[in-house]
């Protein structure tokens, strides 16, 4: 039943090896959205895709990439991970940017050792 | 830039009390209300919204009101139980950026049995 999927649920890696997290979605929701949420903080937003449109926050640093293969799975890269990385990396989507209503997945903790 | 402010950072009642939260948003153009509830090592949860055509919205024990000239925006709570303890986030949507998300600081709640 789970409409948002994340995986791995628990990643570590090492600092400065590139690593790959993945999210897909079985509610054909158009949006796509990444945060970063680090402990005792409101989730950030780092991009989101509207269809095959990206955006990126201003503010993301060049480290995070993101893809989009088709409607149902969007994958988030980090190029050099550093030890400020660590993090709760939470998935959501959205049927459309109007609606406002966002569906987050269970999220992927990310350490960095 | 905009934001959501969000009170008290952290709420301990009793069993059986009420809990309320309030938060306060800067965009006039927001006309999206949702509230979340994240537990440990869980992605947020989407517990009720309200949008701008309505001042309140019931759903059992939550309930939540919206005061849009005072752009002011409260979640309340009634007959508390343990398993309401959680963090609790408001957000507001940004309606001329795509409807991006804006959240609150987060409330961790309490409930004692």
């Known amino acids: 039943d789970a409409m948002v999927i994340q995986n791995p649920r628990y990643q570590v890696t090492q600092f400065g090896k590139p690593v790959t997290l993945s999210c897909s979605q079985t509610?054909?929701?158009?949006?796509m959205y990444w945060y970063q949420q680090k402990s005792s903080q409101a989730p950030k937003l780092l991009f989101h895709?509207?269809?095959?449109?990206?955006?990126n926050e201003a503010d993301t640093p060049d480290n995070f990439q993101s893809r989009r293969p088709n409607t149902s799975f969007c994958f988030l890269d980090i190029r050099s991970p550093g030890l400020g990385d660590a993090a709760m990396y939470l998935c959501a989507t959205a049927a459309d940017q109007r609606s406002g209503e966002q569906y987050f997945g269970p999220g992927t903790r990310l350490t960095v050792t | 830039g905009e934001n959501v402010e969000q009170h008290p950072s952290t709420l301990s009642v009793q069993e059986g009390d009420s809990a309320v939260i309030k938060c306060t948003y800067s965009d006039s153009a927001s006309n999206y209300f949702p509230w979340y509830k994240q537990e440990l090592g869980k992605g947020p949860q989407l517990i009720i919204d309200?949008?701008?055509?309505?001042g309140e919205k019931k759903d059992q024990r939550i309930a939540v009101t919206l005061n849009k000239t005072a752009k002011h925006f409260s979640l309340h709570i009634t007959e508390t139980q343990p398993e309401d303890s959680a963090v609790y986030f408001c957000?507001?949507?940004?309606?001329?950026?795509?409807?991006?998300?804006?959240f609150g600081q987060g409330t961790e709640l309490s409930v004692k049995p």
């Open positions: 309200i949008r701008s055509n309505v």
């Open positions: 895709y509207y269809d095959k449109d990206f955006n």
């Open positions: 509610l054909n929701h158009n949006v």
């Open positions: 957000a507001a949507n940004l309606y001329n950026q795509g409807g991006k998300l804006i």
